[in-house]
């Protein structure tokens, strides 16, 4: 079984500061892919980032990076020049690469991230 | 865009009744899931499905039943529903293409159980 740690249950920074995010995750696979969601007050969970573990170069989206670091199942989420709709509670996954994606994933319990004006 | 439905926002039930939840994607995918939310805890996996008819318990099935007939539709069942139940639940889908396809979220169901 896997298990997804967040050691932060919550983060706060001003607008425009970059924020790091942690996450570390156990597991025996070997090929598998992660995840950060972030869901806001509004509730939908949005997909922010994936990475897949057999890529060695971390993932980037806009203004979101991942340090993914496979040989210390670390997964970090990096967030540059923040915005207030950044604010939101911000999940890392887990999901096996077997099963073709129908396996469900794993979650950590979470980083309430608030972003001040 | 994808739409994940959940057929209710809110939902105040009580102790022993039968509840449905019921989920509805519109973009065709094979895989459909259901998680429950709660503080402190983050989202489990309470049962999936991977094709019509087809269901899988994921980590905390207790006191859950789920049915889909039809592709677009995954439900979930709390056949005698307890307090212990009262939580977020989020139903989400994938395409069944592979592991790297995100999952897409509903909106979620707050239920309570009086």
């Known amino acids: 079984a896997q298990t997804v740690t967040q050691s932060q249950p919550e983060m706060s920074v001003q607008e425009a500061e970059t924020v790091t995010l942690s996450c570390t995750y156990d597991?025996?696979?070997?090929?598998?892919?992660l995840f950060w969601y972030k869901q806001p007050p509004s509730r939908q969970m949005i997909l922010v980032i994936r990475?897949?573990?057999?890529?060695?170069q971390n993932a980037t989206e806009n203004r979101f990076s991942v340090n993914f670091q496979k040989a210390a199942k670390s997964f970090s989420l990096k967030i540059s020049d923040s915005q207030l709709g950044d604010t939101a509670m911000y999940f890392c996954?887990?999901?096996?690469?077997?099963?073709?994606?129908?396996?469900?994933?794993?979650f950590g319990k979470g980083t309430h991230l608030i972003i001040q004006p | 865009d994808v739409k994940v439905t959940q057929s209710s926002r809110y939902l105040v039930k009580r102790t022993g009744e039968k509840v449905f939840l019921e989920c509805v994607q519109d973009?065709?995918?094979?895989?459909m899931f259901w998680y429950r939310q709660d503080p402190g805890l983050g989202l489990r996996l309470i049962y999936f499905?991977?094709?019509?008819?087809?269901?899988e318990k994921g980590d905390i099935p207790e006191g859950y039943s789920v049915s889909r007939e039809k592709k677009e539709r995954f439900s979930l069942i709390l056949e005698s529903a307890s307090t212990n139940q009262t939580s977020m639940y989020l139903c989400?889908?994938?395409?069944?293409?592979?592991?790297?396809?995100?999952?897409?979220f509903g909106d979620g169901t707050r239920l309570s159980i009086l």
């Open positions: 499905s991977y094709d019509v008819k087809m269901k």
């Open positions: 989400a889908s994938s395409l069944g293409q592979g592991a790297n396809q995100p999952q897409h």
């Open positions: 597991t025996s696979e070997n090929n598998y892919y």
């Open positions: 973009m065709d995918h094979e895989n």
């Open positions: 996954a887990f999901m096996k690469h077997e099963g073709g994606g129908a396996d469900g994933l794993t």
């Open positions: 990475q897949e573990a057999y890529k060695q």
